[in-house]
């Protein structure tokens, strides 16, 4: 399979990895091209950007979270019918899981997917030296294949002109142009309040002055020629997007300002297993869909909308009357804090949630948690059963139980050892942690099996 594609990577976090690749996203976009995004790591931040600019929707490539084969998988299932993939790196290069190896980072996605690298370093206060800091990524390991170099927050064409000649002398790459250390636009944060930005329009005008930027500092045509890259050769294995049943059941999935960080393969997943998601908003006080036989909350911002979801009684009542009749959920991070008794913000303002976990939420200023896990399920966790998972945690808040021990739902493996996390309950799997479900797609099954036993009991047929 042949497609055209590359990987936006960077020396470090904070180089300009993003602005780069959505103001690539957006040049291309100007010259009428159908561009997919991707991102390396697990982020739902970056994605979001991507698939504003492109209008189609960016999804995760993710080497320790998923085989080598399903990152293949969901890379050829997003570039279909694109012109050209771009793939947004994490951190720095070689960052990773690991200090000691290249599992989990931007190199090993790039070595999977045979992608040319751009390599963007941050060229403030230095020329010749740039061309250090290239060497040292060209001849760190083996087996990626740095095309080209972009010099960002350089100060004139002058400062360029002079690391452009450093790095093609000394690394035999071309540096194919630049961003200016002053963009002369205003770069919106990413910060909590990202999603509905995006989602009504607010940085769009950022998007097109971005993308007009590139055009004037950046050989595009050179991009598009570096980018056609060797064809890929996918396996003939089963893809975790074939559909394998027509249609089983229905699950309800709270979709909106507020909860929106799901897996895109996740819901494909489900779907291509037989589920028919039912989109629902608890942000519009919307009660969860009849006759439903699951419910999915995933991760948003809820401590950004506290004071809606405190007041839409509508929405609270039929999601605990449900869950607590024993409707198979699943809560993750976002939705786990809905599910509690009350979200504390930093402002020290206390919203009242759903209340089906004994507990509550405080947000903090400071990171809680960050980090790939490992995932086993505790106390009959019907999602897990007795199989791993993988996933992450991020996340500004902690939980504060209200009872001494709570039945946890997790225990989880990740950089600092072994923890018990979540709540299970009434058919309530809940957490902070994220999973993909691609990582085993045993998972899809186990859930399903849950929805259909509760279906059963209700005495829905067909």
Request: charged share 25%; hydrophobic share 35%.
């Amino acid at each position: 399979m042949s497609i055209n594609r590359i990987v936006v990577a960077g020396t470090g976090s904070g180089v300009g990895k993003t602005t780069l690749t959505i103001g690539l996203m957006a040049a291309l976009r100007k010259r009428g091209l159908t561009v997919q995004g991707f991102k390396c790591g697990p982020d739902y931040i970056d994605p979001s950007y991507h698939t504003s600019v492109t209008k189609r929707v960016s999804r995760n490539l993710d080497s320790w979270m998923l085989t080598h084969d399903r990152v293949l998988d969901i890379f050829t299932h997003g570039s279909r019918e694109a012109d050209i993939s771009i793939i947004e790196g994490v951190m720095g290069f070689f960052d990773g899981k690991s200090p000691e190896t290249n599992e989990g980072s931007t190199a090993e996605i790039s070595i999977i997917t045979k992608s040319p690298v751009l390599l963007v370093v941050n060229c403030e206060s230095m020329a010749r030296s740039a061309a250090a800091i290239v060497k040292g990524f060209q001849m760190f390991a083996e087996g990626h294949n740095i095309v080209a170099v972009i010099a960002n927050k350089v100060g004139s064409e002058g400062h360029f002109q002079l690391v452009k000649k450093a790095i093609e002398q000394e690394c035999h790459v071309p540096v194919i142009g630049y961003l200016k250390r002053e963009l002369n636009i205003e770069i919106p944060e990413r910060h909590l309040g990202l999603i509905p930005s995006i989602e009504r329009g607010e940085l769009t005008p950022f998007f097109d002055q971005l993308g007009d930027l590139v055009l004037e500092t950046i050989d595009m045509d050179k991009l598009l020629e570096l980018a056609a890259a060797e064809p890929l050769t996918v396996r003939e294995t089963s893809s975790m997007f074939e559909k394998k049943k027509e249609k089983i059941m229905k699950m309800a999935v709270a979709k909106d300002e507020a909860f929106n960080f799901y897996y895109p393969e996740n819901l494909e997943m489900l779907e291509a297993n037989g589920v028919e998601i039912v989109c629902f908003s608890p942000l519009a006080n919307e009660e969860l869909p009849k006759d439903v036989d699951g419910l999915y909350i995933g991760g948003g911002f809820p401590e950004e909308f506290a004071h809606v979801l405190e007041c839409n009684e509508k929405t609270k009542d039929s999601i605990k009357n449900e869950i607590e009749a024993g409707l198979p959920t699943l809560a993750e991070c976002g939705g786990f804090m809905y599910l509690t008794e009350s979200i504390e913000t930093t402002e020290k303002k206390k919203y009242q949630m759903i209340g089906v976990i004994p507990g509550k939420v405080q947000m903090k200023t400071s990171l809680q948690a960050l980090g790939y896990r490992e995932i086993s399920g505790l106390n009959d966790n019907f999602i897990i059963k007795n199989q791993k998972a993988r996933g992450h945690e991020f996340h500004y808040s902690s939980f504060l139980p209200n009872e001494e021990k709570l039945p946890h739902a997790y225990e989880t493996k990740g950089m600092r050892g072994v923890s018990k996390e979540g709540y299970l309950q009434h058919n309530l799997v809940a957490g902070y942690t994220h999973f993909h479900f691609g990582s085993n797609p045993a998972l899809v099954e186990n859930w399903i099996e849950k929805c259909l036993e509760f279906k059963a009991s209700k005495g829905r047929i067909g």
